[in-house]
Nanobody, 116 residues
Framework: QVQLVESGGGLVQPGGSLRLSCVGS????????KGWYRQAPGKQRELVAA???????NYADSVKGRFTISGDSAKNTVYLQMNSLKPEDTAVYYC??????????WGQGTQVTVSS
């Protein structure tokens, strides 16, 4: 059984930084991409950043230059380094893994609140 567990969320002031971690357990036969999504109250879940199995990265325009996705395969962990945080970054952040069959695996989410 595959499990994704996020951590690292919290309350931070505007301009601050946080690093989210997502640790995976279980086995996924063939991974297409790993990424982070977020969902703010009253809004749809949106892609924040993703990295494919070939190493290509994709970022939402709103976070380009501020957020960086990375991974440690040996630790089955994906990170999201978030710098220069803004109040509009406030959301629940979800870890996601997509396999080559199009199936999505999700974590339980971690709350990020940017406020003074």
């Amino acid at each position: 059984q595959v499990q994704l567990v996020e951590s690292g969320g919290g309350l931070v002031q505007p301009g601050g930084s946080l690093r989210l971690s997502c640790v995976g357990s279980g086995s996924i036969f063939s991974i297409r991409a790993k990424g982070w999504y977020r969902q703010a109250p009253g809004k749809q879940r949106e892609l924040v950043a993703a990295v494919t199995s070939t190493g290509s990265t994709n970022y939402a325009d709103s976070v380009k230059g501020r957020f960086t996705i990375s991974g440690d395969s040996a630790k089955n962990t994906v990170y999201l380094q978030m710098n220069s945080l803004k109040p509009e970054d406030t959301a629940v952040y979800y870890c996601n893994v997509k396999d080559t069959y199009g199936y999505d695996y999700w974590g339980q989410g971690t709350q990020v609140t940017v406020s003074s």
